[in-house]
């Protein structure tokens, strides 16, 4: 299908809330009300409750969000076509116990559906001879977007979670352009293009209290209480809620304005302490001057924090008043920190390092071994004290997913002198290193449910061998052995203190659900073909 989105356009992407859910956090179940489990499987969407079992498992406790979704292919009368059941396109997205998910019509359609999460009431939020895609809910509000898919077009619109309610909320359709969308509690903040340029508005849910913020095209917004900022290709500006107080924050004439792009990293600008952080490019010299600054919010006392030709300073987290910089050299990276309501505060903290995470008082960042492919982990309080050594010279397999903390403890895999992949924890001022991964074979860290680490283990050098899933303490005690059996068992996801999983045996999928700590699996659902899982709720 030859189509244009146009999302290049769009620098703001909203979160789903969904994903709290995929990622662990809350929406886990309770006996009293046991979660609803959504997964796909064969390109169609499933329910089925957390308490569910193998001989219970069946189409009172698992339903199809799409009626139609057993067979391969259908007809839509309405349509006059025919059209692929599976293939939601999307994530479903999850609010007020609705799902609301996208299904693409091998004509070029897609439409977007609402059910509640045991597959009832399912209806038709939008269907047009267009292409809709849904952005976000709001509420009882689902946003989308529409594109005219012989234009190109594309508008906004908002709907209730029911069917009724459907609004326009931009009505000026370009080519290529879709409206750049942002959310503050049930306010909506969007651009609505009048050509090349745009206009950039706030109003309610369903589209009335409009009110204008700027007359350019919004590329990005952040919030701080009662105030906006936002971002609009090389200018940045704040204003009230209300569309009062508005203040340019940075122009071209400000050292370039607020615009950057280093190896290709998208704009850049932050809020800390009641002031605004960016970077600049000033191109008025040989070679160019990157500069990192701070503004009030009020547009008041501008800083120059850091100025260079050489080094490009991004900002990779904030800490109260300190920003935390990673200082790219061009040969190297340094970890340093500035005071972004001071001028002169440059703090180094870590020489020859790049930035891994920060927790708490501390942050970590890693630099290359001295031997190839092998890279060594480094802790150091904000203030730059109690410079420690957190792993000695270890082989990851990926440096980029080398560990994360929980509990205080820093979480790493290393290719041990046995040749095996083994996962380890240590205390973030350096003490306590500990040997997790107990099982035979390679290792893959997969997630910490509380104070657990879990992990799949394969034929060593072998990445496509069968797995086993295990668990352990983050100190090394209470290992286990979710599955007992010879059986493939693969990682799903988690939710609450329990974790999914698969397990291959005589040509079923099985989908089983069992506690970290351990203690007897349920089966949710077996059948010939794989799942992934979107959610709990």
Known sequence: MNKKTGWAEILIVCMLAMLAACSGGGGGGSAAVPAQILFEENSNIYSVKENGSASSVAVADTLEIETTARWVTGYDATRNTNYYTGDPYSQPMVQNGRAVYRQRYNTGYDDIYAANLDGSQRVSLAATADMEKP????????????????????????????????????????????????????????????GVTGNTYICDADGSNRVTLWNKSLYSVQVSGNRLVLFAGTQLAAVNLDGTGFVALATNANGGGASITYSGQSPFFGIAAGRVFYNSIDTSTTPSTIRLHSVALDGTNPLVLASSTTVYPHVMSVSGSKLIVNENTGSAFNIVSYDISQADSRLLLLGNHKFMFQSGNRLAGFMAGNTVNTYIVSAVNLDGSELTLLTPEINPVD????????????????????????????????????????????????????????????????????????GVNLDGTGAIDYATTSADERYLGKFADKLLYTSL???????????????????LQSSANGKSFIGAF
Do not use: C
């Open 135 to 194: 952005f976000a809910m709001v509420g009882d509000r689902l946003i989308y977007t529409v594109m005219n898919t012989s234009t190109f077009n594309q508008n906004l619109r908002s709907v209730r979670l029911d069917g009724s309610g459907d609004v326009a909320i931009t009505t000026l359709p370009f080519p290529d352009r879709a409206a750049a969308v942002a959310f503050v509690g049930t306010k909506l903040i969007f651009t609505e293009y009048t």
């Open 399 to 470: 440096i980029f997913h080398l560990g994360y903390t929980s509990n205080g403890k820093f979480i790493y895999s290393h290719k041990a002198a046995s040749g095996q992949i083994e996962g380890y924890s240590v205390n973030l001022d350096g003490t306590g290193t500990t040997l997790l991964t107990t099982a035979a074979g390679d290792k893959e860290l997969m997630a910490i449910l509380g104070n657990r680490l879990v992990y799949q283990s394969y034929a060593t050098g072998n990445t496509s061998a069968t797995r086993n899933l295990y």
């Open 505 to 523: 045996a005589a040509g079923n999928v099985e989908m089983k659900l069992v506690p970290a700590a351990g203690g007897a699996a349920v089966t």
